[in-house]
């Protein structure tokens, strides 16, 4: 690095890769994401695509982009506003402007500017030109001739396409410069990602090394950042997304339980991943069905539950809707099954690719009947392992469905994850050991848990039968006896009540008794949480109660509300939450934040929310 | 599991639950069940490796009146239950009771794909042509115009015929048999347990309530042995009284021929091949009908082919072969890490 350069140590960016959904932006975000992995920053990732494959090119419909945010320490979510964009079009530029600090970094492909591209992008005028950049640095690379320039002397008797296709790799190198890296890591993963075919492996290299190169030689880019790494405590580190750390939940609750998993699911945007990731993993004797539907995949897995398995179904809102009839079956029959539900933007098909907290009441009420079952919600990409697993362990210690609520925020979004080991895991306690003098019935149940006998056939001399009629209490045969149905729906009721008895107390982020209480649940965390805190270092009187077990709620729940003025509830809907907590808790007031946009909270919006009720 | 069969010697009586039957008086359920429980001991499997699975419906009551492990579950999805239980345990003998409301019409999506799937599940699929459990509504299988309470104008659509809509569905085996023959519904029970792969059972069962008599041009004493070919592997398709007519390929259709008339001689007669992996002969078998050919039945099609349960514990024991983890603390401390020190 030459001398004549500025060398910022910064405590954290946020990075934007933007492009067309056909130019790589994907991978070339979520390699500059481990990248910074590796380099001991604390990070936070988040994709934002387009629900087409691929959209028209050129257009703002079909703008594909990749944000990394990554410092020093107290990274917590993706972050609101990005410090530098790199813009692969004018489409891309149009789109992410607004999301781009004021004084920030803008680098565009100057080559893709021209007349056609910026009409197009629906531009009235060259952006160039017309001021509109003003505010920002502006940085114009010639990525496209640049690159093409570096491959083509190379002579690989590459098609344009493929030499095109490799200006995302251009554009990683000039970043990798621009943040003081080297190009290591970079180049083993290009020589991995494509081993298959020596010459693209060389022109990528060559491309990357081109950005690079010029970013260390022009003028335009006279500056270059150091981001130090993480002060996180002691211990191996991973990034992880939160749909992968959904399989590895489960992965590590099948080990523990000393239970095969079985995955019945269907394909569905956002939570497809979590079946591919584990299907390979076959190693770990998972076995996974891709079933004909959304209703085979849960069915599968309750056929799985009953005959012994630890059995999973994965899907997304518009599934989770199929599936209501089938959890209702799971839940009569007292049988363990874990639902995952990757949240996205409803109602109906709705926004497939975007974020949203609106499954919350169908995953409470969403079945014909009294129907309750466990919902539990996870917070963070990393958290997606831990509460996968505890979704697993309530499912089978207290013989019930449990709906884990993630979204597509976290589920596409990375994070680092310390490593955990299965030592490390809380112990399993299943009901299913029978002695074989035991008196049992079907339905006798455990006294503290309220679970009934996980029996399984194949085991002698307990031959039963179980099915979706209304149940005799104990014996377990059908019986349409009007106080017996009574008293089963209060006893199925109170059985998943009582998991509030193992599950950990609610507990509230800064002072425990205060003006303001900030109530989050699921996928928000990060952001409330970089909010309040930033709001507490300000000196405002505010805390943050984050919500991971949604039902039943934790059972101190009542006592940390009792101790703030005010309570506002923040959510990704029009309020679920806040109105599920009136009908639990209808002693305290509470006033709400929703945004309902298929993005994300940002740390600002939340400030400027909660900074007026705190004026109020 | 491995090749050996385990030996036991339960009775018929072992099979019977302690629950009361509650079909119709008169339902022909009651002599499909008496024949599972009279063919359960031949097979060898214990009463607690043995589970039946059923929708929703009145034959779908069935699990309840079998000591076995049983699992009454909702309308349709029996299919898709039964195929988890069998994944997760494939030592278990799987049956599934369903009826031609549950099997064809809110199932049929879950039919279709199990039977491509081939896994080894025993489908005893109740062909009553009617709703019973809602009294009285046409099914996929009525006949098109059949006057029922919810098409008192008659039908205007036109009915499966479950055969041809299983072999369209690459079933690997599919029998036909009448409630009105217990002896034989359960030598072809015991066949389609001892059929590696989804075996379909289709049972012409009266529904004495609300569609009394609907296959008797078949199954009744009077008409049987007129009206039905009853096929065995590697036997010439012979039927009536006296044996002498039989069946024989005319160009590209079977037709009705008498031994002795015309020319035709017993070496005219096809002979039966079950295990023919070319559906042709079979579905032609199926789609036979009255007045013009008998209605066969018996084991149309039973063929050979790995199951997919099979094929799943394949993947996995390669997998678990070649894997470099031996356990999933190695995994996840192996790849892109890095470490805080």
Same mark, same amino acid.
């Given at each position: 690095?030459?001398?004549? *350069?500025?060398?910022?140590?910064?405590?954290?960016?946020?990075? *934007?890769?933007?492009?067309?959904?056909?130019?790589?932006?994907?991978?070339? %975000?979520?390699? $500059? +994401?481990?990248?910074?992995?590796?380099?001991?920053?604390?990070?936070?990732?988040?994709?934002? !695509?387009?629900?087409?494959?691929?959209?028209?090119?050129?257009?703002?419909?079909?703008?594909?982009?990749?944000?990394?945010?990554?410092?020093?320490?107290?990274?917590?979510?993706?972050?609101?506003?990005?410090?530098?964009?790199?813009?692969?079009?004018?489409?891309?530029?149009?789109?992410?402007?607004?999301?781009?600090?004021?004084? +920030?970094?803008?680098?565009?492909?100057?080559?893709?500017?021209?007349?056609?591209?910026?009409?197009?992008?629906?531009?009235?005028?060259?952006?160039?030109?017309? %001021?509109?950049?003003?505010? !920002?640095?502006? =940085? *114009?690379?010639?990525?496209?001739?640049? /690159?093409?320039?570096?491959?083509?002397?190379?002579?690989?008797?590459?098609?344009?396409?493929?030499?095109?296709?490799?200006?995302?790799?251009?554009?990683?190198?000039?970043?990798?410069?621009?943040?003081?890296?080297?190009?290591?890591?970079?180049?083993?993963?290009?020589?991995?990602?494509?081993?298959?075919?020596?010459?693209?492996?060389?022109?990528?290299?060559?491309?990357?090394?081109? +950005?690079?190169?010029?970013?260390? /030689?022009?003028?335009?880019?006279?500056?270059?950042?150091?981001?130090?790494?993480?002060?996180?405590?002691?211990?191996? !580190?991973?990034?992880?997304?939160?749909?992968?750390?959904?399989?590895?939940?489960?992965?590590?609750?099948?080990?523990?339980?000393?239970?095969?998993?079985?995955?019945?699911? !269907?394909?569905?945007?956002?939570?497809?991943?979590?079946?591919?990731?584990?299907?390979?993993?076959? @190693?770990?004797?998972?076995?996974?069905?891709?079933?004909?539907?959304?209703?085979?995949?849960?069915?599968?897995?309750?056929?799985?539950?009953?005959?012994?398995?630890?059995?999973?179904?994965?899907?997304? +809102?518009?599934?989770?809707?199929?599936?209501?009839?089938?959890?209702?079956?799971?839940?009569?029959?007292?049988?363990?099954?874990?639902?995952?539900?990757?949240?996205?933007?409803?109602?109906?098909?709705?926004?497939? /690719?975007?974020?949203?907290?609106?499954?919350?009441?169908?995953?409470?009420?969403?079945?014909? %009947?009294?129907?309750?079952?466990?919902?539990?919600?996870?917070?963070?990409?990393?958290?997606?392992?831990?509460?996968?697993?505890?979704?697993?362990?309530?499912?089978?210690?207290?013989?019930?469905?449990?709906?884990?609520?993630?979204?597509?925020?976290?589920?596409?979004?990375?994070?680092?994850?310390?490593?955990?080991?299965?030592?490390?895991?809380?112990?399993?306690?299943?009901?299913?050991?029978?002695?074989?003098?035991?008196? @049992?019935?079907?339905?006798?149940?455990?006294?503290?848990?309220?679970?009934?006998?996980?029996?399984?056939?194949?085991?002698?001399?307990?031959?039963?039968?179980?099915?979706?009629?209304?149940?005799?209490?104990?014996?377990?045969?059908?019986?349409?006896?009007?106080?017996?149905?009574?008293?089963?729906?209060?006893?199925?009721?109170?059985?998943?009540?009582?998991?509030?008895?193992?599950?950990?107390?609610?507990?509230?982020?800064?002072?425990?008794?205060?003006?303001?209480?900030?109530?989050? @649940?699921?996928?928000?965390?990060?952001?409330?949480?970089?909010?309040?805190? &930033?709001?507490?270092? &300000?000196?405002?009187?505010?805390?943050?109660?984050?919500?991971?077990?949604?039902?039943?709620?934790? *059972?101190?729940?009542?006592?940390?509300?009792?101790? $703030?003025?005010? =309570?506002?509830?923040?959510?990704?809907?029009?309020?679920?939450?806040?109105?599920?907590?009136?009908?639990?808790?209808?002693?305290?007031?509470?006033?709400?934040?929703?945004?309902?946009?298929?993005?994300?909270?940002?740390?600002?919006?939340?400030?400027?929310?909660?900074?007026?009720?705190?004026?109020? | 599991?491995?090749?050996?069969?385990?030996?036991?010697?339960?009775?018929?009586?072992?099979?019977?639950?302690?629950?009361?039957?509650?079909?119709?008086?008169?339902? %022909?359920?009651?002599?499909?069940?008496?024949?599972?429980?009279?063919?359960?001991?031949?097979?060898?499997?214990?009463?607690?490796?043995?589970?039946?699975?059923?929708?929703?419906?009145?034959?779908?009551?069935?699990?309840?009146?079998?000591?076995?492990?049983?699992?009454?579950?909702?309308?349709?999805?029996?299919?898709?239950?039964?195929?988890?239980?069998?994944?997760?345990?494939?030592?278990?003998?799987?049956?599934?009771?369903?009826?031609?409301?549950?099997?064809?019409?809110?199932?049929?999506?879950?039919?279709?794909?199990?039977?491509?799937?081939?896994?080894?599940?025993?489908?005893?699929?109740?062909?009553?042509?009617?709703?019973?459990?809602?009294?009285?509504?046409?099914?996929?299988?009525?006949?098109?115009?059949?006057?029922?309470?919810?098409?008192?104008?008659?039908?205007?659509?036109?009915?499966?015929?479950?055969?041809?809509?299983?072999?369209?569905?690459?079933?690997?085996?599919?029998?036909?048999?009448?409630?009105?023959?217990?002896?034989?519904?359960?030598?072809?029970?015991?066949?389609?347990?001892?059929?590696?792969?989804?075996?379909?059972?289709?049972?012409?069962?009266?529904?004495?309530?609300?569609?009394?008599?609907?296959?008797?041009? =078949?199954?009744?004493?009077?008409?049987? &042995?007129?009206?039905?070919?009853?096929?065995?592997?590697?036997?010439?398709?012979?039927?009536?009284?006296?044996?002498?007519?039989?069946?024989?390929?005319?160009?590209?259709?079977?037709?009705?021929?008498?031994?002795?008339?015309?020319?035709?001689?017993?070496?005219?007669?096809?002979?039966?091949?079950?295990?023919?992996?070319?559906?042709?002969?079979?579905?032609?078998?199926?789609?036979?009908?009255?007045?013009?050919?008998?209605?066969?039945?018996?084991?149309?099609?039973?063929?050979?082919?790995?199951?997919?349960?099979?094929?799943?514990?394949?993947?996995?024991?390669?997998?678990?072969?070649?894997?470099?983890?031996?356990?999933?603390?190695? $995994?996840?401390?192996?790849?892109?890490? @890095?470490?805080?020190?």
């Amino acid at each position: 690095m030459s001398d004549s *350069k500025r060398n910022l140590e910064v405590e954290k960016v946020v990075i *934007k890769f933007a492009g067309d959904s056909g130019d790589g932006m994907q991978l070339t %975000g979520s390699q $500059f +994401g481990d990248e910074s992995g590796w380099l001991g920053n604390d990070i936070a990732t988040f994709p934002d !695509y387009p629900a087409e494959i691929r959209a028209p090119v050129g257009t703002v419909a079909g703008v594909s982009g990749f944000q990394i945010h990554f410092g020093k320490s107290g990274i917590h979510s993706p972050g609101d506003i990005a410090d530098v964009l790199i813009a692969m079009n004018p489409a891309a530029l149009k789109a992410n402007l607004k999301s781009i600090r004021k004084q +920030g970094i803008v680098i565009t492909d100057s080559d893709s500017f021209d007349q056609k591209s910026i009409e197009k992008a629906e531009y009235t005028s060259n952006p160039f030109e017309d %001021g509109s950049l003003d505010d !920002y640095e502006l =940085i *114009k690379v010639p990525i496209s001739s640049l /690159t093409k320039k570096a491959i083509s002397s190379l002579e690989l008797g590459l098609d344009n396409k493929s030499v095109m296709r490799c200006k995302n790799l251009f554009a990683l190198g000039l970043v990798n410069c621009m943040f003081n890296r080297s190009l290591a890591q970079a180049e083993k993963f290009i020589s991995e990602k494509f081993k298959k075919d020596a010459a693209l492996v060389k022109a990528n290299i060559a491309a990357l090394n081109a +950005g690079f190169n010029l970013a260390e /030689t022009i003028e335009a880019i006279a500056f270059a950042f150091t981001v130090l790494p993480a002060s996180n405590e002691p211990g191996l !580190y991973r990034n992880i997304t939160g749909n992968k750390a959904v399989a590895w939940g489960l992965m590590a609750a099948a080990e523990k339980s000393k239970r095969k998993l079985f995955l019945g699911s !269907y394909p569905i945007t956002p939570a497809t991943d979590i079946m591919q990731e584990l299907v390979r993993h076959k @190693w770990s004797g998972v076995k996974v069905f891709q079933a004909e539907d959304e209703i085979a995949g849960i069915c599968s897995a309750i056929g799985a539950s009953f005959a012994g398995n630890l059995a999973v179904t994965t899907t997304s +809102g518009p599934g989770l809707a199929l599936k209501g009839e089938a959890i209702g079956l799971a839940m009569m029959t007292e049988l363990p099954l874990v639902i995952v539900n990757v949240q996205r933007g409803g109602p109906s098909t709705g926004l497939p /690719t975007k974020t949203e907290q609106s499954d919350l009441m169908q995953a409470l009420y969403g079945r014909n %009947g009294e129907s309750p079952v466990v919902v539990l919600a996870a917070g963070s990409p990393s958290d997606c392992f831990d509460y996968a697993f505890m979704a697993c362990k309530i499912a089978m210690e207290h013989m019930t469905p449990v709906i884990l609520l993630t979204d597509g925020y976290l589920g596409n979004g990375a994070e680092a994850w310390k490593v955990k080991t299965t030592d490390e895991l809380p112990e399993m306690n299943l009901s299913d050991v029978i002695s074989a003098d035991e008196t @049992w019935k079907p339905y006798q149940r455990n006294v503290e848990t309220l679970a009934r006998k996980w029996v399984i056939p194949g085991m002698k001399g307990f031959e039963h039968r179980i099915g979706g009629l209304e149940k005799q209490d104990v014996s377990g045969n059908v019986s349409h006896d009007p106080a017996n149905h009574e008293h089963m729906v209060k006893l199925r009721a109170e059985k998943v009540k009582r998991v509030q008895e193992f599950i950990p107390m609610q507990k509230v982020k800064g002072k425990d008794k205060n003006d303001l209480l900030v109530v989050g @649940w699921g996928g928000t965390y990060g952001t409330i949480y970089g909010a309040v805190n &930033e709001l507490q270092k &300000e000196g405002k009187n505010v805390a943050f109660a984050q919500f991971n077990y949604i039902h039943p709620l934790p *059972k101190n729940t009542a006592e940390v509300f009792s101790k $703030f003025k005010r =309570i506002v509830v923040c959510e990704l809907n029009l309020g679920q939450f806040a109105s599920y907590l009136r009908i639990q808790l209808p002693e305290f007031k509470y006033s709400q934040i929703n945004k309902v946009q298929g993005q994300p909270f940002t740390i600002n919006e939340l400030k400027e929310d909660i900074n007026n009720i705190l004026s109020s | 599991m491995g090749p050996e069969v385990k030996t036991c010697s339960l009775t018929k009586a072992d099979f019977v639950s302690d629950q009361a039957v509650k079909w119709c008086p008169g339902c %022909g359920d009651y002599s499909i069940l008496s024949a599972v429980q009279t063919a359960l001991p031949q097979i060898g499997k214990r009463r607690e490796d043995i589970v039946f699975i059923s929708g929703i419906g009145c034959s779908s009551r069935f699990p309840y009146y079998m000591s076995a492990y049983g699992f009454h579950t909702i309308h349709g999805r029996a299919a898709a239950i039964a195929s988890g239980v069998k994944l997760a345990n494939p030592d278990l003998s799987v049956w599934e009771i369903t009826g031609d409301g549950d099997a064809l019409a809110i199932g049929g999506n879950h039919l279709i794909h199990l039977l491509r799937r081939n896994i080894d599940l025993n489908i005893l699929l109740f062909n009553n042509k009617i709703y019973g459990l809602t009294k009285g509504q046409f099914s996929p299988t009525s006949e098109e115009g059949s006057i029922t309470k919810s098409s008192p104008h008659g039908t205007i659509e036109e009915p499966f015929l479950p055969g041809e809509l299983a072999i369209g569905a690459k079933a690997n085996f599919y029998a036909r048999i009448t409630d009105s023959s217990p002896k034989f519904m359960a030598e072809i029970f015991v066949a389609a347990e001892l059929h590696k792969g989804t075996s379909l059972v289709e049972i012409l069962q009266n529904c004495v309530i609300f569609n009394d008599g609907v296959h008797d041009a =078949i199954s009744s004493k009077e008409h049987r &042995e007129e009206n039905q070919l009853v096929l065995q592997h590697g036997k010439p398709m012979l039927f009536g009284k006296d044996r002498k007519k039989g069946i024989r390929l005319n160009g590209l259709k079977l037709e009705s021929v008498t031994i002795g008339e015309n020319g035709i001689a017993e070496n005219d007669i096809l002979v039966h091949d079950a295990h023919n992996p070319d559906p042709t002969l079979h579905l032609m078998l199926v789609r036979m009908s009255l007045p013009e050919l008998p209605v066969a039945i018996g084991i149309i099609r039973n063929v050979s082919n790995s199951t997919y349960e099979a094929k799943m514990k394949n993947q996995i024991d390669l997998a678990q072969t070649k894997s470099k983890y031996t356990s999933l603390n190695d $995994f996840f401390k192996s790849g892109d890490v @890095w470490e805080v020190k």
